[in-house]
């Protein structure tokens, strides 16, 4: 069974950098593209960044310029930079990473960013 296990949320006050991970493991097979979305209270879920086994990566505008998305194929793990942070980055970031025809999400790591 897939399992995403994600780490390095936090709280950080604004200006500052988290950088967050996301390692899968158990039944991997031909990792598809890798990304992080995330959720503020009372909004819907949204896409921060991905990046393809190939490594091209895509972002939100919203972040650009200040997010860097990577990962690395031989870990499995897809990994989130994350600086000059906002107060409205805080919410929780979920990695979710695509195999074949199917997809799976980890279970979210907190990032509160203090003004």
């Known amino acids: 069974q897939v399992q995403l296990v994600e780490s390095g949320g936090g709280l950080v006050q604004a200006g500052g950098s988290l950088r967050l991970s996301c390692a899968a493991s158990?039944?991997?097979?031909?990792?598809?593209?890798m990304g992080w979305y995330r959720q503020a209270p009372g909004k819907q879920r949204e896409l921060v960044a991905d990046i393809t086994s190939g490594g091209n990566s895509n972002y939100a505008n919203s972040v650009k310029g200040r997010f860097t998305i990577s990962r690395d194929n031989a870990k499995n793990t897809v990994y989130l930079q994350m600086n000059s942070l906002k107060p409205e980055d805080t919410a929780v970031y979920y990695c979710k990473v695509f195999m074949g025809p199917y997809n799976y999400w980890g279970q979210g790591t907190q990032v509160t960013v203090s003004s």
């Open positions: 158990g039944g991997i097979f031909s990792i598809g593209v």
